[in-house]
Structure formats: C-alpha cells, structure tokens
C-alpha cells in the first residue's frame, strides 16, 4: 500500500463496487489490520490484512451493511459541515501581551504598544452578545465567552467586571500565559467555575525559556508553575503546548510532569505558522509526528501506571473524528472549519474576524460589534471566505482518505503561507499519523485511554460491526 505525501494525491488503492461507494484502504502500520474508509462519509472499518478481498466483494456484510446507513452517515456529516450555529466568542480585551512568544498570531507592534477595551464597551459587548445569541441558539443552550489574547488578564478589571455582571448568561473561560493568575485572580475565577488555560510550553525553564519570555528575554516559567499549582484540584483548567522546532523532542518529558501536576486536560497543539515569525521554529512535519506520537505513548503508559488519565484534546478530537464524529469538541480539524461558523473573535475595538488567528490579518476584517453586528460579520464576504473553504475544492485533500478526520487545517495558515485558501496548510503529515495511530489505538481497544470519561454520554450508536 502506498503512502500519501503532502505534495501528490493518495497512492492508496481505491476500490469502487459497481455503482456503489468508492472505498480507500489505508495501511495503519498494524500487524494485522488495515482501515477501510469511505471519503465522502468518514464511514471507515477495520478490516484484517487477509480479509481484505472478502470485505470488498459485492453482496459482504460491510457493503451491505454500510449501504443500509449510507443515507445517515451523509446526512450526520452534512449536519457537522454545514447545520451548526455560532455558540461561543474569543473576546480579546486588549491588543497588549506581556510576552513576546515568537510563533503569536498577533503582531507585535499590537502585543507591545496596543490599547485595552475599556470596561464600558467590555460590558455593552457582552450585552449585545446576550441579545444575539438569545435569539438564535435554543432555549437552555448556555453560548460561550473566552477571553483571549494577547494576555487578557492585563485587562483583569474590565474582565472580571464582564464575568461578574453576565454569570448567568454566559459560560467564561480564560486563556492565559498564566504568568498574571496570582491567589486572588483563581479564587475569583474558580468560584465562579470560569474556565482557566494556561500556557506551558516545556517542563524545563531552559526550553521553555526559547519559545515563552517576556520582552526583556527572561523566561517565565515559575509563574506559570506557581499558577499551576494554585489550580491543582480544580476540575475546569487545562494547559496548551505549542509544539515547535524548540520543544518537540521534549514533548515526553512535558506529559510526564502535566500528569504529575494533575492537570485535567493538555492540548500539544502544532504551531500555526500564520505569520512570518512562527517559521522560525515551525518543525519538520515528519520528526514532529515522530515526537508527537511518542507523547502519547507516554499518556498511555502514564495512565496503565497510574489509573488516571491525561486526554490531549487535539489528538482525543481526532479519534472523536473517526469514533463519533459529531461528538468533537475543537473545529479545527473539520472542513469547513468552526471559524465563522461555530464561533469567532473580537478584537478590542470590537472589530470581527472569523478566528483568533485572522486578527492580525485585517483583509479579513468581516464587520464591528458595534458598528454592524454580528449579523453583518456572518454575512460578510471575509467570513464567507472562511466558511466556504472546503477540502473537496483542494489538491491533494479532494482525493485524500481521512480528508474528514483532518479538515486541512488551518485556513489562516494555508492563505498566509501557501497562498490561498485552496492550499493545505503547513502540516500534512502531523495529521496522517495521528489518524494511523488512532485507527491502531482503535484495533487494540486502547482508545479510551485516550478520551474524557463520559464522551460519549449524549451520543447514540448508529452503526456497529466487528472488524473482518
């Protein structure tokens, strides 16, 4: 079986059945077993190497059985791609960070000199926030606010003024460096069950130090340790990792000491190289997969070890991908992406784009808060742009087994750094092998070691086979 690179559609061998479904076979790097996936539905089966032929003859059991779903599975991806609302805001208080992260989404000029929102327009926002999503989510349907940044907690005022006037209406969260959560920010945060995530990039001060400094070079890793401590115990935080040409041969050693912390949920997130800076520690793809799936590895023998798990959200979304897929909790790795269609980002003037990564990008700009509402941003051309982005219209995805399991992320990254928004973005085969790994995990009945306890207690199972 060939393997699909990034620059040439899959060498994988297809196989059509008359007028049926076009089926691809991935080889998972399993002994005894290899995906079948059909592209349009995400229908997938795992199917023993010498059962292959049989699996695939007219009138099996798999083709039959697909064949009798084909109709649901369609129409459950359609419902993913194209039926959801908006139900959650990143809303950057202040254009102002007190780091200078090389890799940041946002410029510097804006992160060094940039202006704070101030506490009036803070709370008229989310006023006007209220009225929107009001009238279009269901009635019991809590939308969603996360403050962002640059470092929203340099605004710490004018945030907690927000959170403490709307605590019904919304559910906050706060992204932070975490270098400003001091005793009585978390005590204000945490009885109010606000969301808290910090930023981590390495368990050492020395790597963590090459990627996380303020702007006069010193690292800030005791804060954030500190921090994390405070929050030990508290059910609602998490911690990011930017994986990078500096942090990834250390990603082991970063699960290992976020396990010994306690911290409830971890996302390694792959560096988005949106802005020309981020090149200069984006990795090779092939030595981050290497790393990545190492991490994981590590998660696992941590939880075998110790009973307690450690789910990284960004890998446990792609085996949702493969397991459930209308269960994901991110939208990254969906086409068309959550960007201006799930959620989107305001900037401090209450300017609107449809994904924190955009806002340094002003072209797209789709609209202001104040000044036309988000009805005017949803129905702008900059967002359109976005949400019409779909990898049937891009080479090599359109011809790609997992193209609904990877979405070809991201669409800031694929514009900025290839072009256009029919190009891939910077990683294609980071996502290859987390997908061979998850469908492996899925062949030895490991993948619940990977994924929150409960995931699946709103869904439904709409088709069951046993592997061939």
């Known amino acids: 079986m060939g393997k699909r690179s990034s620059t040439a559609p899959s060498t994988g061998r297809y196989v059509n059945i008359g007028n049926g479904p076009l089926f691809q076979t991935i080889d998972i790097g399993h002994a005894e077993y290899m995906a079948v996936v059909e ?21 099996s059991e798999l083709l039959n059985e697909y064949n009798k779903k084909a109709a649901s599975f369609t129409q459950e991806m359609d419902l993913l791609r194209d039926g959801l609302k908006p139900s959650a805001v990143y809303f950057n208080p202040t254009e102002m960070c007190n780091l200078d992260c090389p890799y940041c989404y946002i410029p510097q000029d804006m992160r060094r000199d940039g202006k704070h929102m101030s506490e009036e327009d803070l709370i008229r926002a989310l006023g006007l926030y209220k009225e929107y999503f009001d009238k279009t989510l269901p009635e019991g349907v809590q939308p969603q606010i996360i403050f962002h940044g640059a470092e929203p907690l ?15 209406d919304f559910r906050f969260g706060v992204q932070s460096n975490g270098t400003l959560l001091d005793g009585s920010a978390i005590d204000f945060l945490t009885g109010r069950n606000v969301s808290i995530g ?69 996302l390694l997130n792959i560096v988005r190289c949106t802005l020309p800076s981020s090149l ?43 397991l459930a897929p ?19 980002a305001m900037a401090p003037n209450g300017d609107l784009f449809p994904c ?14 104040f000044k036309g509402g988000v009805e005017g941003a949803m129905a702008s051309s900059q967002f359109g742009r ?42 294609c085969e980071f996502y290859e092998e987390q997908v061979r790994y998850a469908f492996r995990l899925i062949a030895d009945n490991k993948q619940e070691a990977f994924l929150w306890d409960g995931w699946d207690s709103e869904t439904k199972s709409t088709f069951y086979m046993n592997c061939f």
């Open 39 to 59: 592209p349009e539905t995400a229908f997938w089966s795992l199917v023993r190497k010498g059962s292959l032929a049989d699996a695939l003859s007219a009138g």
């Open 154 to 168: 340099l605004n710490r005022d004018a945030v907690f003024a927000g959170i403490e006037k709307f605590a019904s």
């Open 198 to 266: 910090i930023s981590i990039d390495a368990s050492s001060e020395i790597i963590a130090k090459k990627t996380r400094r303020n702007w006069d070079g010193q690292g800030v890793q005791k804060k954030v340790v500190e921090a994390m401590e405070r929050l030990r115990g508290y059910e609602g935080w998490s911690v990011i990792c930017t994986v990078t040409s500096e942090n990834m041969a250390h990603l082991s050693e970063l699960v290992e000491f976020l396990h010994c912390n306690e911290v409830p949920t971890s």
């Open 280 to 322: 200069e520690v984006k990795p090779d793809d092939a030595q981050a997969s290497k790393h990545f799936i190492k991490a994981l590895d590590m998660s696992y023998d941590l939880f075998v070890a110790t009973g307690r798990k450690l789910p990284i959200a960004n890998f446990a979304n792609i085996l949702l991908s493969i």
């Open 326 to 344: 209308t269960a994901r909790r991110l939208m990254c790795d969906i086409s068309p992406c959550g960007g201006g269609r799930c959620f989107f």
């Open 356 to 369: 924190s990564e955009f806002i340094g990008l002003k072209e797209f700009k789709g609209g202001n808060l």
């Open 386 to 427: 976005v949400t019409g982005r779909r990898v049937e219209d891009i080479t090599p995805c359109r011809t790609c087994a997992i193209r609904h399991y990877c979405g070809a992320p991201c669409p800031a990254e694929a514009c900025e750094r290839n072009g256009s928004m029919e190009s891939v973005g910077a990683f």
